[in-house]
């Protein structure tokens, strides 16, 4: 399943997506945004081949700096200049690399921000043996920003592992799919950009009370987040999108398209049992794939699905309640909408 992750997403290359219509607010964050992307090509670095190419591969490939750009937003509530917040950014950002890496593995999927998996080019065993080295690096930088900022990390690793898991497992017997898989895309997805927004009013000084909402913000946006990558991945084109449509039904992923789709089969909806059959045959054939594809997509379950995602972004904006009025708050409010008003 297309993590935590996600993040092929071009509507988020920008900081207007977090910005709204602030052009200076856009202009500062892109400056902050460079001395990242710096600092994340210093902290890769290495001396061996190998280890450097593999660890840049997927740096290079680009990626939108989606949770540094949430990180370097929220700590304009405090004092966005001190050193800590570029820092922050820069564990965040190798947080999610590094489970690129080992996501990819896991899925099997071919292409990663338009360009070859990892492990298409090397393998799964230095493909995730790089995912560690990244985890590793990620662990150095923010050891430099304190133990709570330690520990916050080590319990953000966990969740993201425990999601990986949840998710690999399945529900336990008499749960509710429906309610696991949305505990999973909380550990898996809202986890590390709950820690991003966290972080951002943690190292600015601003008023630590606001560390709360923009955490629950974060976790919420996350959820709308991957819930819209579910819909993308059956409405979006591989041009688009820099993945292959489909994937999450070939790797047989429950997303909440198709967990609606068998909870109405199960119901006695007869075009959602059409549905499910498809789903159910074996899709290696690109053929097969499409068919299932195209008909989950077209099949009011992912309306309801979208709609899902939608109220996940308003409860986000809800969080927010707690901040000051001002260009953060319509900020973010900004960037919620974004996530799932995006088609790609």
Same mark, same amino acid.
């Given at each position: 399943m297309t993590n935590m992750n996600d993040e092929d997403m071009s509507h988020l290359a920008s900081p207007a997506a977090f910005t709204g219509a602030d052009a200076q607010l856009a202009a500062d964050i892109s400056t902050q945004l460079e001395s990242v992307e710096r600092?994340?090509?210093?902290?890769?670095?290495?001396?061996r081949r190998l280890p450097d190419t593999a660890s840049k591969h997927l740096l290079a490939a680009?990626?939108?700096? $989606?949770?540094?750009?949430l990180l370097l937003l929220t700590?304009?509530?405090?004092?966005?200049?001190?050193?800590e917040i570029v820092e922050a950014a820069v564990a965040v950002e190798l947080i999610h690399l590094a489970s690129l890496y080992h996501d990819d593995v896991m899925d099997d999927a071919p292409v990663r921000r338009g360009a070859p998996a990892a492990h298409e080019v090397w393998g799964n065993s230095v493909a995730i043996l790089t995912g560690d080295l990244l985890f590793s690096k990620a662990s150095l930088v923010t050891a430099g920003l304190g133990p709570e $900022?330690?520990?916050?990390?080590?319990?953000?690793?966990?969740r993201l592992v425990l999601g990986q898991l949840n998710e690999f $497992?399945?529900?336990p017997e008499g749960?509710?799919?429906?309610?696991?898989?949305l505990h999973v895309l909380a550990d898996k997805t809202g986890s590390l950009i709950a820690t991003s927004a966290r972080f951002g009013v943690m190292f600015s000084g601003a008023d630590q009370a606001l560390a709360e909402p923009v955490r629950l913000f974060g976790e919420r946006v996350g959820i709308a987040f991957q819930l819209a990558d579910d819909i993308i991945d059956l409405t979006s084109t591989s041009q688009s999108s820099g993945k292959t449509p489909g994937t999450d039904l070939r790797e047989r992923v429950p997303t909440l398209p198709v967990l609606y789709a068998r909870a109405a089969a199960a119901?006695?909806?007869?075009?959602?049992?059409?549905?499910v059959g498809l789903l159910d045959a074996d899709l290696d054939s690109d053929e097969a794939l499409e068919a299932a594809r195209a008909a989950l997509a077209a099949h009011p379950v992912t309306d309801r699905a979208r709609a899902e995602a939608v109220r996940w972004a308003e409860d986000a904006k809800a969080a927010l309640e707690p901040l000051p009025e001002g260009i953060v708050?319509?900020?973010l409010c900004a960037f919620a909408d974004s996530v799932v008003s995006r088609t790609s």
């Open positions: 600092r994340l090509y210093e902290v890769t670095e290495q001396t680009g990626g939108k700096r $989606a949770r540094p750009h700590a304009r509530l405090g004092d966005a200049d001190r050193s $900022a330690v520990r916050i990390e080590s319990e953000t690793f966990e $497992a399945g529900p749960a509710d799919p429906i309610d696991h898989y119901a006695g909806d007869a075009s959602a049992t059409e549905v708050r319509d900020s």
